[in-house]
């Protein structure tokens, strides 16, 4: 198994890798420092459907909860419906474990989810780094049909407004990490 040093998962999942920024949240992106350390920089920047890491869950035996794509965002415009499609087949197979999907893209989400994908093992949450990504991506994140969904308010730029957010079940809340972070106030958390 892959196992994770992150506190709310134990392992992690990363048939898709690859990703592009689309907020402040991106700006020091963890992914991608770990990424290109390995890969080259750049690298990080190119999306990659693996086909050859699909199956992984299914030699778990063990129930465990599965962080999908800690480097990717599944919900990028290049990673294509199809392979989606072919990780939520798997999820389903593996009932056993829970899915944590996390998105800075609520609404190509949205778009992706709305035949019939709601399954009890996989919680879909949202990144939320501001009051302004928080003001775009509430809406779209509300309608994603989910069992669970969650926020992680990771990087914690700046306190939020969270009205309106009361549909959510879980809140993971955090300051950014690494050389160049930002800070975060308590009062904030």
Request: proline share 5%.
């Amino acid at each position: 198994p892959i196992s994770s040093k992150i506190e709310w998962t134990d392992a992690t999942w990363n048939p898709v890798t690859g990703c592009t920024k689309v907020s402040q949240g991106c700006k020091n992106c963890y992914a991608e420092r770990m990424y290109e350390r390995f890969n080259g920089k750049g690298s990080f920047k190119t999306i990659t459907c693996h086909d050859d890491r699909l199956e992984i869950p299914l030699h778990w035996k063990k129930p465990r909860m599965v962080f999908v794509n800690s480097m990717s965002d599944l919900f990028h415009k290049d990673v294509p419906l199809s392979f989606i499609n072919k990780i939520w087949s798997i999820m389903k197979r593996t009932e056993r474990h829970t899915y944590q999907i996390l998105t800075k893209r609520p609404e190509r989400a949205f778009e992706c989810l709305m035949g019939n994908y709601v399954l009890k093992n996989v919680w879909i949450g949202v990144s939320i780094e501001n009051q302004t990504s928080a003001n775009l991506r509430r809406e779209s994140f509300k309608k994603i049909p989910a069992k669970i969904k969650f926020i992680s308010y990771e990087p914690a730029l700046q306190k939020i407004d969270w009205s309106g957010w009361e549909f959510v079940d879980w809140m993971i809340a955090g300051g950014e990490s690494g050389h160049h972070a930002s800070p975060c106030h308590p009062d904030w958390i």
